[in-house]
């Protein structure tokens, strides 16, 4: 009997250990800052996953978040009929697996350096 209760005991301690290792990440786009202008340097530095969120703090009306494709970011354009505009000021967006891009779709936020080109693996 002592046997099976200390197979069984590392069979939970290995199961438990598994979801600590395999939990996916939050990150707070911007640190401290949160979401706002020349914060595309953040991901400087870090390793993101596929499953991993951001978190986007900010005033609401003031920015906004939208994925948008690579044309979208290098131009800072939004397709309207494709994208969704996030508004709330906390907002959250799982990364997917390969380059995820992530702007400010109001006038002149992008060019300023809010938008985000994040490779998740």
């Known amino acids: 009997m002592a046997k099976g209760r200390s197979i069984g005991g590392a069979a ?13 990440a939050v990150y707070n786009v911007g640190d401290e ?6 914060v595309s340097s953040w991901p400087i ?10 978190a986007f703090n900010y005033t609401p009306l003031a920015h906004n978040v939208v994925a948008v494709d690579k044309v979208g ?24 697996n390969g380059k995820n891009y992530l702007i400010c779709s109001l006038p002149g936020h ?12």
């Open 12 to 24: 939970v301690v290995a199961m438990a250990w598994l979801l600590v290792v395999g939990e996916a």
């Open 33 to 38: 800052l949160g979401w706002t202008f020349n």
């Open 45 to 54: 530095g870090k390793t993101f996953h596929a499953g991993d969120t951001l």
């Open 73 to 96: 970011y290098n131009w800072c354009i939004v397709n309207p009929r494709e994208a969704t505009v996030h508004r709330s000021g906390k907002d959250h967006i799982k990364l997917v």
């Open 110 to 121: 992008c060019q300023m350096g809010m938008k985000l080109a994040i490779t998740a693996t």
